[in-house]
Every structure is written in structure tokens, then in C-alpha cells.
């Protein structure tokens, strides 16, 4: 009973809306808002744009858990798109961890360069994402 409520809730039967297309709003806004706060010299915005950073990298990985599971749901065409997706996610990832990295190193700088580098994958991502929870199915845009 419980395996049924957790993959109902995953799978957004009750809301619509499974859990992993809430849960991008971590990361995503996380990444962008310490990109925002790059544009600022001060270190009050270096320091919450190094901690914003680490919170978009933590928050990834629930965000990739539930997409795996809304993943498995999908038929093999649109599963191959996901597949995509999930390596441009991956590396995203990584390169947000090499910018906190940098940034608590104190190569500021370096670490802005690697966060503007990881949006431009979260953009890519993103568009990959916006396919695969638009519906479609193999059968459709044929």
C-alpha cells in the first residue's frame, strides 16, 4: 500500500503533476539566482551565490531520483530523449559542483565562468524536459 502511495505521489495521479517537474524549481532557481547574484562584487552576494550553488548541486538529487521514476513510465522513443536529458542534467551537475569548488577555493571568477557554462546546459536540459512531460508518445509528431 505504501509502494502504491509513494509512486502515486511520484507520478503526480492525485496533483497532475509528478513530483519531479516540482522539484526542478530547486535546482533551476538556485542556479539561476546565484548566476544573478555573480553580476554583484560584494561578498555578502559571493557567499550567498557559493551557497546557492552548493543548494541547486543537493537538490539535483532528489530532482533525478523522481525523474528517473517518471522515466520508467515513458515508451522507449520518447525514453531515449530522457536518456539525453539525464547526461546534459549529469553534467550540469558536475560542472555546478566544479563551481562551488572553485568559489570555496577562492577562484570567485573561475567559479562564475563554470556556473554561466552550467546554464547554458540547464537551457538545453530544460528543452529536452519540456519534451518529455508535453505528452507525446511515439506514435505522435509522426
Excluded: C
Amino acid at each position: 500500500m505504501t509502494d502504491r502511495r509513494v509512486r502515486s505521489a511520484v507520478l503526480g495521479d492525485t496533483t497532475g503533476i509528478p513530483l519531479h517537474g516540482i522539484l526542478t524549481d530547486l535546482p533551476f532557481g538556485a542556479w539561476w539566482m546565484a548566476i544573478f547574484l555573480d553580476f554583484f562584487k560584494d561578498d555578502g552576494s559571493r557567499q550567498a551565490a557559493k551557497r546557492l550553488v552548493a543548494l541547486g548541486v543537493v537538490g539535483a538529487v532528489p530532482t533525478a531520483l523522481t525523474g528517473w521514476a517518471h522515466w520508467t513510465t515513458k515508451d522507449r522513443p520518447i525514453q531515449r530523449v530522457g536518456v539525453v536529458h539525464a547526461a546534459v542534467n549529469a553534467t550540469a551537475v558536475v560542472v555546478y559542483l566544479a563551481s562551488w569548488t572553485a568559489r570555496q577555493r577562492g577562484r570567485h571568477k573561475f567559479g562564475i565562468r563554470l556556473a554561466r557554462a552550467g546554464a547554458v546546459l540547464l537551457l538545453v536540459s530544460g528543452f529536452l524536459g519540456g519534451h518529455l512531460s508535453s505528452g507525446r508518445t511515439a506514435s505522435q509528431g509522426q
